[in-house]
């Protein structure tokens, strides 16, 4: 084993972000203020980003204030990035919702990823960094000990559904258990029905949190859709309790579970 | 066919180079210094150029070269109106369909098909919905955090 885990939480953007740190730097002042490093780009990522800030780039981009060409290029990078999972998605995500833009669903993964450079930097150091939910652990050693990532039921939140080893890569959640029903299909601008909850790891956060989300708005076409991307393997839960993994290998494999 | 429309009123196009988090800075340089004044990429935008019924505004076009990510080379163009972004096309994308090659598997995270009770397992962290601040104070992840462990 690495030694203890040290734990650091704050809230930024409305969210809880947790911090694990094990091995050699966990409460030094290197740990602390890549800590801080990482805070900070996610709050930067906030004042770009949010809808909810009336100042934020965004937010003025959607008034006509000002042209893409006055953004951090930062926002050019989230909008494409946005454009990619429309397209690849067939439309069922998108980063424009009645007229308005909000790439939320895409900024999410992406800062996280960039926060986590700080805690990258720290040698001999695990880290596992997540953002309500969403989550980029990193080990030390290729080969040390995985971070054990627990896959939360969305019928019952205080529980697990599954364990997942991971080293190297994100897991990203899209659901309605905490903050009700905000996911559509941006084709329908309806809710899909019958699901409850796509977890889906991938190599990158950014990727992961995009493809969660755009599975979860196709509704009973997720686990298909997953399984047609690259190097993501996934689970869903559906909304009575039933469950199909998908695995990125076995290219249409999926199998049903009972729940 | 690899245009994606967000909106369709769009009467101005930028082209804008994008992509790869290593480029992030550069990208801005390039556009601002070459954004200015270029008339409207004549590709698959000209049809929503033409069937706008503006036809007076100003146009700019952002260019730069082709960003390379881990996925291959990227590049996307973005169309605005009135200070709006009104279009998002990818011009340029590695497909994104079956297997990328360049993935090594052995390196990505595998799903575990083992169903453990909360209480019974030995995890580092959750991945759950989005947790708002509030919601926060009575999910696994606090209590997670909170012991320390």
């Known amino acids: ?259 | 066919m690899k245009k994606i429309v967000l909106w369709l009123m769009s009467t101005t196009t930028v082209l804008v180079l994008l992509f790869g988090y290593h480029t992030s800075t550069s990208s801005t340089n390039t556009a601002s210094a070459d954004s200015a004044v270029v008339a409207p990429v004549g590709d698959s935008t000209t049809g929503s150029t033409a069937a706008s019924d503006d036809a007076s505004a100003s146009s700019a076009t952002y260019t730069g070269d082709s960003a390379d990510t881990r996925w291959g080379p990227v590049q996307v163009e973005i169309t605005v109106a009135g200070g709006t972004v009104t279009d998002v096309s990818v011009i340029d994308y590695p497909s994104g369909n079956g297997k990328d090659q360049q993935i090594n598997a052995r390196a990505l995270p595998v799903l575990v098909q083992e169903t453990l009770d909360a209480q019974s397992a030995d995890i580092d962290m959750v991945s759950g919905a989005t947790v708002t601040s509030e919601g926060y104070l009575e999910s696994l992840q606090s209590a997670l955090d909170e012991a320390g462990l």
């Open chain 1, 1 to 259: 084993m690495t030694g203890p885990t040290a734990r650091y939480v704050e809230q930024v953007m409305g969210m809880p972000i947790s911090l694990a740190l094990r091995g050699r730097h966990t409460d030094d002042t290197a740990a602390r203020s890549a800590w801080a490093e990482a805070i900070d780009v996610l709050r930067e990522a906030d004042r770009v980003f949010s809808t909810y800030r009336a100042d934020s780039f965004v937010s003025r981009l959607n008034r006509g204030e000002i042209d893409l060409a006055d953004c951090p290029p930062e926002v050019a990078e989230v909008l494409g990035l946005g454009a990619l999972a429309e397209q690849q998605s067939g439309g069922a995500f998108a980063v424009r919702r009645d007229g308005v833009l909000d790439p939320s669903g895409v900024v999410k993964g992406w800062a996280v990823e960039r926060a986590a450079a700080a805690l990258h930097a720290l040698d001999g150091t695990d880290s596992c960094l997540s953002a309500g939910g969403d989550l980029l652990c990193r080990t030390a050693d290729p080969d040390g000990a995985p971070w054990r990532i627990g896959i939360e039921d969305p019928r019952d939140p205080g529980r697990v559904l599954a364990v997942v080893p991971v080293r190297d890569g994100a897991v990203a959640t899209s659901g309605t258990a905490h903050r009700g029903q905000h996911l559509v299909d941006a084709r329908t601008g309806r809710a899909p029905e019958g699901i409850a909850s796509v977890t889906v790891l991938a190599d990158s956060l950014t990727w992961a949190d995009i493809d969660a989300t755009a599975a979860y708005a196709q509704g009973q076409g997720a686990p298909a859709w997953l399984a047609t991307r690259p190097g993501r393997t996934g689970l869903v839960v559906w909304a009575d309790g039933s469950t199909s993994t998908v695995t990125g290998d076995l290219s249409e494999a999926w199998t049903t579970l009972a729940g």
